[in-house]
């Protein structure tokens, strides 16, 4: 599975972004997927989820209520909309697909490349 990730920028605080992650490979549309994000200075932490059938999305709590995860499996493609964007999120956000909804919040097999989302205050 190769997944790329796209639609990052600056925005100011309280503004909205929408990330995109094109995901290739024959059975990429039955994988878990989910967002990640790196800060400066700081680990990788998760940020969102969603099962193959998006019957099950899964946030951390530093984003819920502000981002919506979603999928459509037709364009093999998921969304992480982002509202009420705070200067905290500045970040590279990351793209990650699993098979298993357990591992994709934790160690997804499968990661694209970062997309820097900057928020100004």
């Known amino acids: 599975v190769q997944l790329q990730a796209f639609g990052g920028g600056l925005v100011q605080a309280g503004g909205s972004l929408r990330l995109s992650c094109a995901a290739s490979?024959?059975?990429?549309?039955?994988?878990?997927m989910g967002w990640f994000r790196q800060a400066p200075g700081k680990g990788r932490e998760f940020v969102a989820a969603i099962t193959w059938n998006s019957d099950r999305t899964i946030y951390a709590d530093s984003v819920k209520g502000r981002f919506t995860i979603s999928r459509d499996n037709a364009k093999n493609t998921v969304y992480l909309q982002m509202n009420s964007l705070e200067p905290e999120d500045t970040a590279v956000y990351y793209c990650?697909?699993?098979?298993?909804?357990?591992?994709?919040?934790?160690?997804?097999?499968?990661w694209g490349q970062g997309t820097q989302v900057t928020v100004s205050s």
């Open positions: 990650a697909a699993d098979p298993t909804t357990l591992d994709i919040t934790t160690t997804p097999n499968y």
């Open positions: 490979g024959r059975t990429s549309s039955y994988y878990a």
